[in-house]
């Protein structure tokens, strides 16, 4: 049972650190299109794998994919996120979120659909909820860059989270850092996650010279390592 919750832990760090931000009034374009690759750690033992990928399908549309691949002893567990969204005068906007689980116990997943036209986020084996504004529970991915090649140092994400609940988190940038990872060694900005939950703490790195993309991703829980995924690859498209 330990075992199967340490792995929980593993994989959801691996998934669902942020989730939205409120927009800067400053247009400032997306990422380039890019497949990142990391590995994953827990107490610097390699535990898996995972990818993160933006492309663009048309002008405006663009789809952002997220998944990762950890391992513990005899147990498993696999998790994909795809996202949809369009890109307007400088505005982020979701429009499907499909999220899966897979492996030891329970398969989990979740579909949602944005619905500008009734301000609805509808939710496929779920009662339908109000659309205020939220991201889903990956967009952070991208816009986050974007905050911080404004040199923004607090702003605050609401977002529909992989369970289809409301959440929000507060991030604050702490300093930069020089980080030996196994890309190589990069320059990052590291921010923190501030939650509701104070047992847990989140601490994220961004690579300026990368499109601000994310490097490394660390999470404790109780002061105990959860996870740590790290950059090992990293490929504009």
């Known amino acids: 049972m330990r075992a199967t919750k340490l792995l ?9 650190l942020f989730c939205s931000v409120s927009f800067a009034k400053d247009v400032i374009e997306l990422p380039s299109p890019f497949v990142a690759h990391y590995e994953a750690y827990r107490h610097a033992r390699n535990i898996g794998s995972a990818e993160l990928s933006l492309k663009q399908t048309s002008a405006d549309l663009y789809e952002l994919k997220y998944s990762s691949k950890v391992s513990r002893f005899f147990l498993s567990d696999k998790r994909y996120e795809t996202t949809t969204f369009s890109f307007i005068n400088g505005k982020i906007t979701p429009i499907t979120y499909n999220f899966k689980r897979r492996g030891t116990g329970p398969n989990k997943s979740l579909n949602a659909k944005f619905d ?14 109000k659309w205020d504004g939220e991201f889903d529970n990956q967009l952070f991915r991208i816009d986050i860059s974007r905050q911080l090649a404004q040199e923004k140092t607090h702003f605050e994400y609401k977002f529909l989270n992989y369970r289809g609940q409301k959440r929000i988190y507060k991030i604050e940038v702490l300093e930069k850092e020089i980080l030996t990872l196994p890309y190589g060694n990069v320059e990052a900005i590291k921010v923190t996650v501030n939650r509701d939950s104070s047992r847990r703490q989140t601490y994220a790195w961004f690579a300026p010279t990368l499109d601000y993309v994310l490097v490394r991703l660390q999470q404790f829980k109780d002061d105990e390592e959860q996870g740590d995924i790290r950059l090992k690859t990293y490929q504009k498209n």
């Not at 832990?9 to 669902?16: D, E, K, R």
């Not at 500008?116 to 909820?129: G, V, W, Y």
């Open 8 to 16: 929980k832990g593993i994989s959801v760090v691996l998934l669902a």
């Open 116 to 129: 500008a036209n009734t301000e609805t986020i509808i939710l496929q084996e779920q009662d339908n909820i």
